[in-house]
């Protein structure tokens, strides 16, 4: 009588778990409690803008309300003396200008840098990505005097205390940093579509157009997020340019929130909870909107130099 040896594993090496579930494990260990940790002060602000004035003031603080006051959120747009609803609405006009030039401006920068060949390309492209190491408030006094001086001389008039110095900048390059990100993705993209296009008679503006900015959506998307994100959280640029309360953002909108006294002298801490979860809610709805593309936008522009 033929026998066959048992050829299972032993119970011990079925037990056994992976390398590769060992490594996975250990990433959930330490990303929970960062998750956790990251996510606890937006709860605890969430929570507090759903409080009462009591509440708000209580000791020791509750985490989260009794009732939740969703009232609150009503209150902010009908304040007398803080028109919230129009910095809402300078903040998407300057937001929404300032990013259509950013993408526009910032993909026909990267697509000239990655595509066409001609004398002091890559200095110019280095002398490009040296201004990313400038802090931005080293140039701030030259380009005040620039919106304020030179339209002076030219028209008549400064453009201090209007938009045009919020959105301006952003249709001239689109910044160093996006220009990069999309030349990096430019170049991942095969030559063999531009030179098929070039023989069914296509121009280098059709090519732009038809063939890279499709292929480019995922890096578009990184950089229309960034934009988006530095434009709506800008503080520092509204705060020199503008003087006029009704053109602030709500960036500049939320100190004069603060600052601005009621008759009663009733604390606001709860409203300006709500106020500044009303200013995020678009930022993280655009992020999960987008964020597909965001990775990979972020992960394929860095593979190749």
């Not at 409080?51 to 009908?78: D, R």
């Amino acid at each position: 009588m033929t026998t066959f040896a048992d050829s299972s594993p032993p119970a011990t090496a079925v037990m056994r778990p992976s390398r590769r579930t060992v490594r996975t494990l250990a990433l959930y260990a330490l990303a929970i409690p960062l998750a956790i940790m990251f996510a606890t002060p937006f709860a605890f602000s969430l929570g507090s803008s759903l409080k009462s004035v009591s509440e708000i003031h209580a000791f020791p603080p509750t985490f989260l309300p009794a009732v939740p006051q969703w009232t609150n959120y009503v209150a902010v747009f009908s304040l007398r003396g803080v028109p919230f609803e129009r910095f809402y609405m300078n903040s998407a006009v300057i937001t929404g200008s300032a990013l259509v030039g950013t993408v526009i401006t910032a993909a026909i920068s990267a697509y000239g840098f990655a595509r066409f060949r001609w004398p002091g390309r890559d200095f110019m492209f280095m002398v490009l990505l040296s201004t990313l190491v400038l802090p931005e408030e080293v140039v701030l006094i030259p380009k005040f005097l620039m919106f304020n001086n030179v339209p002076k001389a030219l028209i008549g008039k400064t453009l201090i205390d209007t938009y045009w110095p919020l959105i301006l900048p952003s249709w001239f390059g689109g910044g160093a940093f996006n220009v990069f990100l999309l030349r990096q993705f430019f170049m991942q993209v095969p030559r063999e579509f531009d030179e098929a296009a070039v023989i069914d008679g296509a121009s280098s503006w059709q090519i732009f157009w038809m063939i890279m900015l499709p292929l480019s959506r995922p890096a578009l998307a990184t950089v229309a997020i960034f934009s988006f994100l530095g434009h709506w959280n800008d503080f520092i640029h509204p705060l020199i340019y503008l003087n006029t309360s009704d053109k602030f953002p709500l960036s500049l909108g939320l100190r004069y929130f603060q600052q601005q006294p009621t008759d009663a002298m009733e604390p606001r801490e709860h409203l300006l909870m709500a106020a500044s979860l009303l200013m995020v809610a678009p930022a993280i709805a655009i992020y999960l909107a987008a964020q597909r593309y965001f990775v990979r936008g972020i992960v394929m522009s860095g593979i190749k130099g």
